[in-house]
């Protein structure tokens, strides 16, 4: 949680003014990525990542490592090598074994059970309740994702003394990633309005009922009532009372991760419903301030999964290349394909840039 103010950072980690939103050169797609085992889950956020055109600029760049000091297991050192070796590979496709071989280590293990409370809503867990990476076990993409980025944003922080959490937002991980939700509660007795800040990484829906992803931020954004057990301690009245919780985006990424939440909280069977997502989102009706000119996004990736229920299945994915194509990148496959295509997918996750 992040305090009322939201100080600023005593050290900017990396100038945001350094960060290019689009490709720095234009190639063919890069290569597919074997499956050894079950890892598909993990091939699909290699690739989306690979393709993220702000962090694959800074990689391709070997900025971080040319001064990293990390012995051992980095994963931003990782990510590196694996995004170089798949864009500038004459191969059709490449064994991740490096990544695997380094995600079996025990600082990425650690990092499996802080996020293991907090993923309803994923569809495959297999990763998480082993406690241990096993690439012959499947796991859940999104999953997979977080603990991705975290471990990319302590690699960031590595040798850094800055502690206060201002300046370990202005890693490049968090300058791309990061946005920041205000939740507003009113309490409905003495009308009192109390603020409270968080930072996020990605957004959570719920998609049932929801015919498409402005259906479900629209319900996101939905003020919704605090009462019975869920009563807000008033400040003003001394009191627990019945008040108005209304979540907004407070500062906008510059790359927005969705996961549609495809596993019913109460049954954990798979939700299945067609989704509609847009090719161009704006964000500003979801926004703490809603007036002011459109916050345009564009997908560059989409993450799908086949399957019947939460407990099997199939990870790929589509990922916008350097040079303007779509394709679906299937393990081992890549193949060009048009947006259409792309749109009239059952997603998982969704991955916009600004």
Known sequence: VIGKGMNPPQKILFPPE??????RQKRRPGAGLYNLGSTCYLNVVLQCLTYTPPLANYLLSRQHSRFCRQQGFCM??????????VLYSSASAIRPRAVIRDLKCKQFQVLQQVFFPSLRGG??????????????IPGDAYEFLRCTLSAMQKACLNGSSDS????????II???FRGILRTRVTCLICKAVSDFYMAFMDILLKIK?????TTALDAFVTPKQLDGKKCFKCGKCKKKVAASKKVTIHHEPRVLTVCLGRADERTSRKISQVVEYPEYLDLRPYMSDTAGEPLLYSLYAVVVHSGHTCLEGHFFCYTKASNGQWYKMNDVTVDSCGIHTVLEQQAYLLFYAR
């Open 123 to 136: 569809l495959l867990t297999s990763f998480l309740v082993i406690g241990e990476f096993k690439p012959d």
């Open 76 to 85: 931003m050192c990782i990510m590196e090598a694996h995004v170089r070796k």
């Open 174 to 176: 968090h300058q791309i």
């Open 164 to 171: 206060d959490s201002s300046s370990q937002g202005t890693t």
């Open 209 to 213: 009922g929801a015919s498409s992803l």
């Open 18 to 23: 350094k960060i290019c939103m689009g490709w």
